[in-house]
């Protein structure tokens, strides 16, 4: 799934942006809409993740102005300027529909044989998303999407993101769809749920992954998920290899801002310290005592 080598020479991570797609669940909690990444694909093979992928060019398109409303400014800075945090902001749109058939939008929203036909449109290089949304008489929703949490792959990695993470509500008739090119398969799942898939080794989760399905696995409903990104931190979280040595013999360590062996001493996301490598698996602990 991750391609890491500890002797690696760092590369500089690309700018990428992921939509992590809510909705109320029927008797309390909260669903997210989750896609299953092609076993081909160079990066997270077989994964498990949210829509999401590296910023575009035409994501800084300038005509992106008059087609978009101003992105949500969040608590913290997650952008160098406004301008990168509009590109970042569309280019989760734009991957959300790619990738999930899926689009935050103005006014109402369009019905899922519409969005497929855009996404199909667009795959077959027909036209770009910028003339779709302007051929469409369509703006996108930026101000729905909420910043809470900002991953950076680690340096041992072959292929490296500067990730930015966005929440969006969606309503209930939301039924999204994989392109069955990237994402192989897609459903709508209580976090709770998807995690105890993973425990099972039914499916494959990346460390940022997991949080995420860990923290809103404990919102009671998207008014809570939206209530933790306004208070989440933003500053970024690079996990850090180490060797991990316990009673169950040694093994490998990604370990998070907070935990001993990282040199950010404050923790950045609630949870384990760590992600240690089991079997096949980085499974969340804390540092051995």
């Not at 006014?107 to 969005?115: R, S």
Request: charged share 25%; glycine share 6%.
């Amino acid at each position: 799934m991750l391609d890491i080598d500890a002797n690696r020479q760092a590369v500089a991570p690309r700018d990428a942006a992921t939509l992590v797609l809510v909705r109320d669940a029927a008797g309390g909690g909260v669903e997210i809409f989750c896609v299953e990444r092609s076993k081909q694909s160079k990066f997270m093979g077989g994964a498990i993740v949210f829509p999401g992928g590296k910023l575009d060019d035409a994501d800084r398109d300038p005509r992106w102005r008059e087609c978009a409303n101003a992105p949500r400014s969040p608590g913290s800075p997650i952008a160098p300027d406004d301008e990168t945090l509009r590109a970042l902001a569309i280019a989760a749109c734009r991957e959300t529909l790619e990738e999930a058939a899926l689009l935050p939008l103005e006014g109402a929203p369009l019905d899922h044989e519409t969005l497929l036909a855009m996404r199909a449109s667009l795959a077959k290089k027909e036209t770009t998303m910028i003339e779709l949304v302007r051929a469409c008489g369509l703006r996108l929703d930026l101000a729905a999407l909420h910043a809470f949490a900002r991953w950076v792959t680690p340096t041992v990695e072959s292929r490296r993101f500067d990730a930015r993470f966005f929440l969006a509500v969606v309503d209930a008739g939301a039924r999204g769809l994989h392109d069955a090119t990237e994402t192989t398969s897609s459903f709508w799942a209580k976090p709770a749920d998807v995690i105890a898939r993973f425990g099972a080794g039914e499916i494959q989760l990346a460390p940022p992954t997991h949080r995420t399905l860990e923290i809103f696995s404990a919102h009671r409903s998207v008014a809570d998920s939206i209530a933790y990104a306004a208070s989440a931190c933003l500053d970024p979280i690079c996990p850090r290899l180490v060797q991990h040595v316990d009673a169950k013999g040694p093994t490998m360590a990604l370990v998070l801002p907070g935990d001993r062996e990282h040199d950010v001493a404050t923790a950045r996301v609630p949870g384990k310290s760590r992600f240690v490598m089991r079997g096949d698996r980085w499974l969340p602990e804390d540092a051995p005592a």
